[in-house]
């Protein structure tokens, strides 16, 4: 279920299935990102530049961000990153298949975090469950 929001230079992408409830775009940029409103992104809060730059610490790619004028989204490099949080999931950022138990594969394509726990009821993605477990690793 994705979702976008457009000014005159970018569009945002918001993928709710991504989400790891991480809280740093609304605590970074609540004149955009404030989960009370509906909308929740007000893409007139604040300048384009400060989006981009507030999508940018998004951990989990959830949301990102493609130009009008250019195919640029979140991932700026050809490598593909693989960091391991404490306690929590894997955060990819780059471009890599994954191939899934069942066969099906899925493209991830700048940032995604993967459920290192095994209670996400969103895999391969995190959900943030990590936190009521209780995960140690
Ligand atoms: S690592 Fe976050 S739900 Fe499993």
């Not at 007000?42 to 790619?61: K, L, R, Y």
């Not at 290192?116 to 009521?132: E, L, M, Q, W």
Request: net charge neutral; proline share 5%; aromatic share 6%.
């Amino acid at each position: 279920m994705k979702k976008q929001y457009s000014n005159q230079d970018i569009t945002v992408q918001w993928e709710p299935e991504k989400c790891i409830h991480s809280k740093l775009c609304w605590k970074g940029l609540i004149e955009v990102f404030n989960p009370k409103n509906k909308p929740w992104i007000n893409m007139d809060g604040a300048s384009t530049e400060a989006i981009m730059a507030q999508i940018q610490q998004c951990p989990s790619g959830a949301l990102s961000y493609q130009q009008q004028q250019q195919s640029i989204g979140s991932n700026e490099s050809n490598n593909t990153n693989i960091q391991i949080l404490p306690n929590g999931p894997l955060l990819v950022q780059g471009s890599c298949t994954l191939q899934l138990a069942d066969g099906t594969t899925v493209i991830v394509d700048g940032k995604a975090a993967l459920c290192r726990c095994g209670a996400s009821s969103n895999k391969p993605y995190c959900d943030g469950s990590h936190v009521a477990t209780k995960f140690q690793g």
